[in-house]
């Protein structure tokens, strides 16, 4: 038996930040657009594309009725996330990348876990990671060193992520003066706050392509504002 449709049930917004991406972007839509569960709205910020993105999403809006988008002057990946969140109507947030794709079950199951535990704000699933060579692998959720440096226990994959809007409300938006870790500094707040929740579930797939601030096995962008996070919120000297 699925969710009771009894009782209320949130809705969960999905956010995207889009720049140049159009060659990925359709597989992201009908990722969110075909959830078993109705009770999502995507979201679409683009970035200043000048690939045909902006064709795309006006094309996919007439085809999926719960699709919204806008576009802005590009300002970086934490602007663009905060515009999606100024425009998104749910109770529940997720962050969705270009290329990035949900199961089919991800909604459903995150409105479910929501549903069950009125207590929690912050839960997140498993994530896997697909190469540009093909390879697909569990990102794991327990870094040591992350554990050590921050005495945070997860290092959260964000498109595995779902949190209600409270969260926002209580620890702010993301910092626009960061982006390859963005991410980071965001959950980084939250721990400080909230109670994170795992379920042992696949609930997305990041898709790392060449063009992610984050690719390679430590970007230097990563490592400056990891350093930048170390400053803020960590222990000890920096590994970084």
């Known amino acids: 038996m699925g969710i009771s449709e009894k009782f209320y049930s949130p809705l969960v917004s999905v956010i995207t930040p889009a720049l140049n991406q159009a060659e990925y972007l359709p597989e992201t839509i009908r990722s969110v657009a075909y959830q078993d569960c109705p009770k999502v709205e995507h979201v679409i910020v683009d970035n200043g594309s000048t690939d045909g993105t902006l064709g795309l999403l ?8 719960k699709l919204r988008w806008t576009t802005e002057p590009e300002q970086g990946i934490g602007f663009a996330y905060n515009v999606g969140l100024k425009l998104a109507r749910g109770d529940i ?3 969705l990348d270009c290329g990035g794709t949900y199961f089919p079950w991800t909604v ?8 069950k535990n009125c207590e929690a704000f912050f839960m997140f699933g498993d994530c896997f990671s697909w190469e540009e060579s093909g390879e697909v692998f569990t990102i794991p959720m327990e870094d040591p ?6 005495g ?3 290092k959260v994959n964000i498109l595995a992520a779902f949190y ?3 969260v926002v409300q209580t620890i702010g938006v993301f910092d626009t003066q960061l982006k390859a870790a963005v991410d980071h500094d965001f959950f980084l707040r939250a721990e400080k706050k909230f109670k994170f929740h795992y379920i042992k579930k696949p609930l997305a797939v990041h898709r790392r392509l060449k ?11 990563r490592r400056e504002e ?10 000890g000297r920096s590994p970084w």
């Open 58 to 65: 006006k094309k996919y809006q007439r085809r999926y009725p």
């Open 93 to 95: 947030f997720g962050w």
């Open 108 to 115: 459903g199951t995150v409105i479910e876990f929501f549903e």
């Open 145 to 150: 060193l992350w554990q050590r440096c921050f």
């Open 152 to 154: 945070a226990k997860y």
């Open 164 to 166: 209600r809007r409270e």
């Open 211 to 221: 063009s992610d601030v984050s690719y390679g096995p430590l970007s230097v962008s």
């Open 226 to 235: 990891l350093r930048t996070l170390m400053e803020r919120y960590g222990k």
